[in-house]
Each structure stands twice: as C-alpha cells, then as structure tokens.
C-alpha cells in the first residue's frame, strides 16, 4: 500500500503510527507541498481534494486520516485490539476521534496556521478555543488511563500526534493533569511515537521560521 504524506502533519503522523500499531509496512511517497506537487494533474486525479495523508490500496484510494486509521484497523486488526468490535466501545473511540478532529486539531489549526501559512497575526480569541478543548479533554479523560478507557486504541494514536503537535509549541500541558498523565502514558503505549516525535521537530522547524 502506498501512502503520500509529509513528515510534519499530525494527521500523516497519526496514520504512520497505526500502521506500526498493526505491524504494517506502508511504501512512504513523500509529496513536497511547497512543490505544489498535490496540485498536479497526476494527484489530483487520484486525490481530488489534494490532500494528505493519501492511502492506495490496489485500485482503491482513501483520504482523511481517521478513516484511514480506521480502514487499516478493518483491514489488519482482526482481533480489534486497536478498534473494539464491541458496538459500545467502538462509538466511544469513533468519538474521541471525532472530538480530535472538530475540536482540539481544529483549534490547532484555526490559531496557529493563519500565521503559518498566510503570515497572519494569530486572533487571540481562538486561543479561548485551545483551551476550552484541553479543559474538554480533560474531562474526557476522568477516571480513565486512555481515551476510550483503560486501554489504548487509535482514538489514542490519533489524540497524541495533535497533542504532540500542541507540545511542540510548547504549550502548556500542565494545567489539565488528565492530560499531561495520558500523554506520558501514550508515549510508552503507543507503537511509532519515535517517529512521530521525529516528524513533530520538522514541524517545530517550520514553525519557527514562520514567526
């Protein structure tokens, strides 16, 4: 299976580490976006949205990193210790998944990438967002080791490549103990979080030379 992605991107990150999670080896095709090699004719007819991460899988093509997650899972998890097949706990880590998309990465993403991208002065009523999300999280996490209870899933693999993203710029995890516990947690549970870490000091680069 072919993977596009960039080393950086937190969603990339998520699914490079459920493939190590479920022993899977991925052929890595690097896409230089500064290239705009997403934008070519050849990706976009694979990829109509130009996004990454991008999976092939044969003659089938998937995009948005928690469906790939998920697909792998169906795929190579045949014992669902990474996605349950109980109904209950598999809605609970379909949840936190969706949780790390529409709120704590997007307000990663809504405060930070307008300066990144655009050079824009980052709106400091989207910081209330990050921090809402946290204390959200937070909350989530209550009386739990993981995400979706006492065992680590890719809802876990999915949170902690945001989180680490959010770590990298340096923000300050110390206020919401559930989280700053569960992190250190998923760094020893989690399978390819070397690699992640690897990708997120690309991204701290690229940061910093944005500011």
């Known amino acids: ?10 969603p990339c990150r998520a699914v490079l580490m459920t493939a190590q999670a479920l022993g899977v080896d991925l052929n ?3 896409l230089n976006l500064r290239k705009s090699e997403h934008l070519t004719p050849e990706f976009l007819k694979i990829n109509p949205q130009h996004t990454v991460p991008t999976l ?3 003659d089938f093509v998937l995009w948005e990193s928690r469906v790939i997650m998920m697909y792998l899972c169906e795929k190579f998890d045949a014992a669902g210790k990474w996605y349950p097949k109980c109904p209950k706990l598999r809605a609970i880590v379909q949840h936190r998944m969706l949780f790390d998309l ?3 990465y997007r307000s990663f993403a809504d405060y930070f990438y307008p300066t990144m991208l655009r050079g824009e002065r980052a709106d400091p009523k989207m910081y209330t967002n990050i921090e809402r999300a946290f204390e959200m ?5 209550e009386g739990k080791q993981f995400a979706a209870g006492d065992f680590v899933t890719i809802a876990d693999i999915s949170l902690l490549s945001t989180v680490t993203t959010f770590d990298s710029v340096k923000f300050d995890l110390s206020k919401y103990p559930n989280v700053a516990r569960w992190y250190e947690a998923c760094k020893i549970a989690v399978p390819g979080y070397a690699e992640n870490l690897e990708g997120c000091k690309i991204f701290e680069k690229i940061f910093r030379n944005k500011l």
Do not use: R
């Open 28 to 30: 890595k095709k690097f």
């Open 1 to 10: 299976m072919d993977l596009y992605y960039i080393p950086s991107s937190a």
């Open 102 to 104: 529409e709120i704590l």
């Open 56 to 58: 092939i899988d044969g």
């Open 137 to 141: 999280f937070n909350t989530l996490l």
